[in-house]
């Protein structure tokens, strides 16, 4: 759902290999020992493979993440409050997961 507050899908997607923890000062969710999730600044960031994240920022449902200005993080992207966010975070998830294989 839009607009999710982070606590509500940390209850949601938490549990089995999933586990919080910080990234770069941040919570974040990760699947072993990889994340595929954090909230920076109120804003949720994930991580996904190249084609798909040129689509969500095609799309407009986000763009790439640039903890400092210039210099985007391969490889995530910042979505846009409007996005639903689990079927994003689920892709998220199964990108790192299939990764660590």
Do not use: Y
């Not at 969710?29 to 969500?56: M, N, S």
């Not at 985007?72 to 199964?94: Q, Y």
């Amino acid at each position: 759902m839009a607009g999710t507050s982070w606590e509500d899908l940390v209850e949601r997607t938490e549990g089995g290999p999933v586990t919080r923890g910080t990234m770069f000062g941040s919570q974040g969710l990760r699947t072993g020992t990889k994340f595929f999730a954090i909230w920076w600044h109120e804003q949720l960031v994930v991580k996904l493979p190249a084609d798909r994240l040129r689509e969500v920022v095609a799309g407009g449902q986000g763009r790439p993440f640039e903890p400092m200005p210039g210099r985007p993080m391969n490889g995530w992207v910042l979505l846009e409050e409007n996005v639903d966010r689990d079927p994003v975070v689920a892709e998220a998830r199964a990108h790192v997961e299939a990764q660590q294989r």
